[in-house]
């Protein structure tokens, strides 16, 4: 039985990335963390998060891919420090308890500019928290950088609509490396390189998600 462990699949890659994943022949099971109630199926396994989210894989279960498309942005978390457990100290301890379940591959949605060197703290923190997950000692780490996102968020995000209308006139003379992409792209993209089971750790560009 080979097993998927998702956190962030009521987002807006997560989200689409969650019905490719019970959609897929690859997986028996999906083990998804999740604070708020998701459709039933037959292969889904959900875990509620409760105060402590501890992300914690139940011990008699093996893992095979974790893909990890948990964020928010600086506007919603308020704080810095809101803002880095959700992006680092979660991804962080998704990793590290499902290693402990035997899981080979993990997939992280970073974003563009990532860059623990940088001075703006959004980006600092991506490349931090990329840098953590390669270092768990997984077979296979992939890293997806998407640029701003386009698709059906559930919530409101007044920067990036404007972003978005700005693209929809502009964007044809926006670099290959900085354009807008559909999110269900860098979704689709995330299960076909977990279905190759390369090792070693790889970083995927937005501009090269695009074909996807």
Known sequence: MRTAVIA????????????LLLNSERYDRVIAFTRQPLPAHSKLVTVELGQDKKLTIDSTWSVD??????????????????????????????AQNTIGRNAKQYLLVSALGADRNS??????????IEEAISAVGFNTVHIFRPSLLLGPRAEQRSAEDAAKFFYKIFGFLIPAKFKAIESEKVARAMLQFASREQKGTFIHESKDLQNF
Request: proline share 2%.
């Open 65 to 94: 891919d974790v893909f990890c498309c948990l964020g928010t942005t600086m506007a919603k978390a308020r704080t810095k420090e809101k803002f880095y457990e959700v992006d680092f100290t979660y991804p962080l301890l998704l």
């Open 8 to 19: 962030g699949g009521t987002g807006l890659i997560g989200g689409q990335l969650l019905n």
């Open 119 to 128: 001075k703006i703290y959004y980006n600092h923190v991506k490349g931090e």
